[in-house]
């Protein structure tokens, strides 16, 4: 796994990533022979082939990142990759059309294009196969040996054999002596032995990793063997870091206050908020800029199709608990929640209109609140803001709640790019989860790579209810 931007990639994305664009541009550089009688060289270097090059390589690029080509590496379809690297190609065609109206010279000739795109669909799809097939099953991935059986260690043990792309080979788990049987909830991983095979297991199998996931640690746990392996070379870790790096998100199950107290990383630091308020004012004003056009549009349909107010003000928790009112575009019926009260919208709800079901669904309902950004109240990137219904239960309920309270809340978040909307509480349980990945590891670095996912979120109309 690599940490970029304050997540954790698994190594083989970056080396996929790497490997096909070598290859564009080699397809690139093949059709610029086939089409040039010039010095391939001299056109790359002194006549801008390779700017040119790069433009196109670069939206190929992206289209395929739009597609989520490197975010799940199994292969579902070989038809379905191919149709998505033609459309990959199909947007490096409309690229290129769109800059001859801007600026002709950073077009590539009619011909380098079609060669190049014959060789990139021929290439491309067959190196993703050849890449996922045997390059990730031949890969020296470290091996993994689990202590315990906790859910936490569960869900990783599940998620390892979903995701090949994350480098691990998991060769089995001892558990603590309770049973004499297989756990049918850690599936098709075999069982070695018990705690007190853990040295002949490391003798036999050798593993290189070592994470310790028990629900009872005391009097359990053998801490001076895993310490002399430690020593002798073999990485041992909680599971409960081990999940952060597989999921994107910190379990609560087995968090304890001591935790986030004695963590070296829980941010945020003053450094990372001064400087956060300063780009959130800078990009929600650009924002505010470049949308007034769509929200004169949204505002003017909301007007013409349901009677009301254009803008809806709704009271949200802010920051340390304050009080803030966020604006939105109304997307109910006026009085929506006369009878029923304060609610969460659900899938088809019948109080949402027919404008506010598409402002919801490409998120342009919450274009306003660019100015709860602009006067402070919010950042640009957080945990969204709750309604103070809403928090006082769910503070009851669910374990560190209020601690997601602890920075501004946000336009968007790293827990609306990663997880559907649900109205249940195992889904804001989960949203929690990834708002305190967030707020530990809170960072410029993060918040561009949580804008940029956003925009992909937006555009492919995976939005809210």
């Known amino acids: 796994m690599i940490r970029l931007f304050q997540v954790f990639i698994p190594a083989s994305v970056v080396a996929l990533l790497v490997s096909e664009v070598i290859l564009l541009y080699f397809c690139f550089g093949i059709a610029l022979t086939l089409v040039t009688d010039v010095d391939p060289e001299f056109v790359l270097f002194y006549d801008g082939g390779l700017a040119r090059i790069s433009i196109a390589v670069f939206s190929i690029l992206v289209a395929l990142y739009f597609q989520d080509l490197y975010t799940e590496l199994r292969i579902r379809s070989r038809i379905f990759l191919w149709q998505q690297f033609s459309m990959a190609v199909g947007l490096a065609f409309l690229v290129q059309g769109m800059s001859t109206y801007v600026n002709p010279s950073l077009t590539l000739s009619r011909w380098m294009m079609i060669y190049a795109s014959g060789l990139i669909l021929l290439l491309l799809p067959a190196w993703r196969i050849l890449f996922c097939r045997l390059v990730l099953t031949s890969m020296n991935a470290p091996k993994m040996l689990l202590l315990g059986t906790s859910p936490v260690l569960v869900e990783i043990s599940k998620r390892l054999q979903e995701r090949i792309e994350l480098g691990f080979t998991v060769i089995g788990y001892l558990d603590d002596g309770a049973g004499g049987a297989e756990p049918p909830t850690m599936g098709t991983i075999p069982r070695l032995g018990t705690l007190d095979d853990l040295r002949q297991v490391v003798t036999t199998e050798k593993p290189e990793r070592i994470v310790v996931g028990m629900a009872e640690r005391r009097a359990r746990l053998p801490v001076y063997d895993l310490l002399e392996l430690r020593l002798s070379g073999i990485h041992v870790e909680e599971a409960a870091a ?114 506010g079901k598409y402002l919801r669904k490409f998120r342009i309902d919450e274009l306003p609140q660019f100015w709860n950004v602009l006067r402070g109240d919010m950042s640009f990137v957080g945990p969204r803001p709750e309604r103070p219904e809403f928090v006082q239960a769910l503070s009851e309920k669910i374990p560190f709640y209020p601690q997601r309270h602890c920075v501004k809340p946000g336009l968007t978040g790293w827990a609306q790019i990663n997880h559907k909307y649900g109205d249940t509480i195992e889904d804001t349980i989960t949203k929690l989860e990834f708002d305190l990945y967030y707020i530990k590891h809170i960072s410029f670095s993060l918040d561009m790579y949580i804008i940029m996912n956003t925009l992909k979120t937006v555009i492919l109309g995976r939005g809210a209810q």
């Open 242 to 355: 081990l999940y952060e790096s597989c999921f994107g998100r910190v379990s609560t199950r087995d968090l304890r206050p001591s935790q986030l107290v004695f963590s070296s990383e829980l941010g945020p630091s003053r450094n990372s908020v001064a400087m956060q308020q300063i780009y959130s004012f800078l990009v929600a004003l650009l924002g505010a800029i470049l949308t007034l056009p769509l929200m004169l549009l949204a505002a003017m349909l909301v007007r013409a199709t349901s009677k009301g107010p254009v803008l809806y003000k709704q009271t949200r928790v802010g920051k340390n608990g304050e009080l803030i009112s966020v604006l939105k575009f109304r997307s109910m019926f006026v009085d929506a929640e006369a009878v029923s009260g304060a609610v969460w919208a659900s899938k088809n709800d019948p109080r949402i209109t027919m404008v």
